[in-house]
């Protein structure tokens, strides 16, 4: 795998998510775009395509700055610090 930045050095694979759901939205009773995960800590959270913005809203909560995109076939990692994507 590529170097994406400093944050990313470490990440050897993309993990698999451990849930195919956003839990904030459900709580909430809201419904979700796309969903993406973070790979610090794999919370899974929605895109800043959908209404609730949780993986946004976690890298602001938590300074965990890495996600990558969940959807079936998507294999790209994304860095808020440096806002910077790759495929991988
Ligand atoms: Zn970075
Ligand atoms: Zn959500
Ligand atoms: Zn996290």
Not at 14 to 25: A, I, M
Not at 40 to 58: I, L, P
Request: charged share 25%.
């Amino acid at each position: 795998m590529p170097v994406v930045c400093a944050h990313l050095t470490e990440v050897t694979f993309l993990p698999e998510p451990s849930t195919r759901e956003c839990g904030e939205c459900i709580a909430a009773g809201d419904t979700w775009v796309h969903l993406r995960m973070c790979l610090e800590c794999g919370n899974v959270g929605c895109c800043d395509s959908s209404k609730n913005r949780h993986a946004t809203r976690h890298y602001q909560g938590t300074g965990h700055p890495t996600i990558r995109g969940v959807e079936p076939g998507e294999r790209w990692v994304w860095c808020f610090i440096d806002e910077k994507a790759i495929e991988v």
